[in-house]
T-cell receptor, first 111, second 114 residues
Framework: RKEVEQDPGPFNVPEGATVAFNCTYS??????FFWYRQDCRKEPKLLMS???SGNEDGRFTAQLNRASQYISLLIRDSKLSDSATYLC????????????FGQGTTLQVKP | DGGITQSPKYLFRKEGQNVTLSCEQN?????MYWYRQDPGQGLRLIYY???????QKGDIAEGYSVSREKKESFPLTVTSAQKNPTAFYLC?????????????FGPGTRLTVL
C-alpha cells in the first residue's frame, strides 16, 4: 500500500463546477498535511496547509479526517486557470521534516 | 526578490559522466531538500540537510551525492552509478519549524541522459 494515495484522474469538469479530491494516508502518526498545485512541467507550489480539522481559502477548502486518515480538497466555482495537478502531501516526521507526496490528481476545467 | 534558483534548467549528459545540479536560496531557510520526479509518480526524496555541514540520505540516495558548505547552497551531483538518472530534479527549502515545515520549491532541472 502506498503511503499517500490519490486518484490520478483526470477529473474533467465544466467551468463553475464544484470538484472534490480525496487523499488517504497510511501513517496514523502523520502530523501535518498540505495540498500543492503543480502545473505541467513546473515546480509544485503550496496551495494550502491543513493543520487541524481543516481550513478555507477563498474557493478552496481543505478538510482532514484523522480517524479515517484522509484529506480532501474542495474547489468551488472552478476556473479554467484551476487546471493543474494537485498533490496531496503528508509530513511523516517533524524531526526530519520528511514529506511524502502522492502521485497527484489531474484536473481539467473545460469552458 | 527572495526565492530558490536552480540551474541549469535543462541538462544533457552522456552515460558515464557525473553532473552537478545547482540549488541556491536566499530565504534564510535552514533546511534544504532534493527530490526527483518521474512521469506519473510522486516526488521522491534523494537527500536533505537541516543545517550547514550536515545532510542525510532520503529514500533513493544511491548514485547521488550532496554537500552543504553554505546555508544558501545545496548542490546535487548525479554520479555515473545512478542507473536511471533521466528525471525532473527539484530542490526545496523550508524553515526548521517542527510545527509546520512548509517546503518551497525551485523551478527544477530536467536531466536527460543520452
Amino acid at each position: 500500500r502506498k503511503e499517500v494515495e490519490q486518484d490520478p484522474g483526470p477529473f474533467n469538469v465544466p467551468e463553475g463546477a464544484t470538484v472534490a479530491f480525496n487523499c488517504t494516508y497510511s501513517n496514523s502518526a502523520s502530523q501535518s498535511f498540505f495540498w500543492y498545485r503543480q502545473d505541467c512541467r513546473k515546480e509544485p507550489k503550496l496551495l494550502m496547509s491543513v493543520y487541524s480539522s481543516g481550513n478555507e481559502d477563498g474557493r478552496f477548502t481543505a478538510q482532514l479526517n484523522r480517524a479515517s486518515q484522509y484529506i480532501s480538497l474542495l474547489i468551488r466555482d472552478s476556473k479554467l486557470s484551476d487546471s493543474a495537478t494537485y498533490l496531496c502531501v503528508v509530513l511523516v516526521s517533524s524531526n526530519t521534516g520528511k514529506l511524502i507526496f502522492g502521485q497527484g490528481t489531474t484536473l481539467q476545467v473545460k469552458p | 526578490d527572495g526565492g530558490i534558483t536552480q540551474s541549469p534548467k535543462y541538462l544533457f549528459r552522456k552515460e558515464g559522466q557525473n553532473v552537478t545540479l545547482s540549488c541556491e536560496q536566499n530565504l534564510n531557510h535552514d533546511a534544504m531538500y532534493w527530490y526527483r520526479q518521474d512521469p506519473g509518480q510522486g516526488l521522491r526524496l534523494i537527500y536533505y540537510s537541516q543545517i550547514v555541514n550536515d545532510f542525510q540520505k532520503g529514500d533513493i540516495a544511491e548514485g547521488y551525492s550532496v554537500s552543504r558548505e553554505k546555508k544558501e547552497s545545496f548542490p546535487l551531483t548525479v554520479t555515473s552509478a545512478q542507473k536511471n538518472p533521466t528525471a525532473f530534479y527539484l530542490c526545496a527549502s523550508s524553515t526548521w519549524d517542527r510545527g509546520g515545515n512548509e517546503q518551497f520549491f525551485g523551478p527544477g532541472t530536467r536531466l536527460t541522459v543520452l
